[in-house]
């Protein structure tokens, strides 16, 4: 969470009432690119994106 807000113009949004599950969101059109969530004590990353080396360097950046 603290990355995503790093990025301009990126905030996060609290989508469901019965859980703790942040979308991160772009402001400019209020799409999600992130969803973090705990399903039963497991931490989870959705992450859409279409590009393999942004996808290569937000995993790298995120396990460093």
Known sequence: IK????????YEDYPFQDDDSVT???????K???LIMNVRGEEYLNI????VEELSYLIQTLLS
């Open 3 to 10: 990355y995503c807000l790093e990025l301009p113009d990126v």
């Open 24 to 30: 991160m969101k772009l402001k400019k059109n209020n």
């Open 32 to 34: 999600w690119f992130a």
């Open 48 to 51: 859409k994106t279409n590009d």
